[in-house]
Nanobody, 120 residues
């Protein structure tokens, strides 16, 4: 089984920073894409940022210039550095990973989510 565990969420004032991390563990051959998604109250889940194995990144327009996604392949971990946080960034943030778990098996996994609250 593969498990994704997120950490780093919490309460921060506008303009502050948080760093989220997500570590994958279990029966893993390798990991392709990793990313972060978020869901605010009453809204649909949306993409925040993704990063493939090669390191090329993709960001939602709303977070470009403020958030930075990175990964440590040796640790099977993806990070999201969030700077200049705004109240509209408040959401549950979910980690995602496309994991190679067998000879020909590729599956998508999700973390349980970590809450980020930006408020004064």
């Amino acid at each position: 089984q593969v498990q994704l565990v997120e950490s780093g969420g919490g309460l921060v004032t506008p303009g502050g920073s948080l760093r989220l991390s997500c570590a994958a563990s279990g029966s893993i051959f390798s990991i392709n894409d990793m990313g972060w998604y978020r869901q605010a109250p009453g809204k649909q889940r949306e993409l925040v940022a993704t990063i493939p194995t090669g390191g090329l990144t993709n960001y939602a327009d709303s977070v470009k210039g403020r958030f930075t996604i990175s990964r440590d392949n040796a640790k099977n971990t993806v990070y999201l550095q969030m700077d200049s946080l705004k109240p509209e960034d408040t959401a549950v943030y979910y980690c995602h990973a496309q994991v190679i778990t067998g000879w020909t098996r590729r599956s998508d996994y999700w973390g349980q989510g970590t809450l980020v609250t930006v408020s004064s």
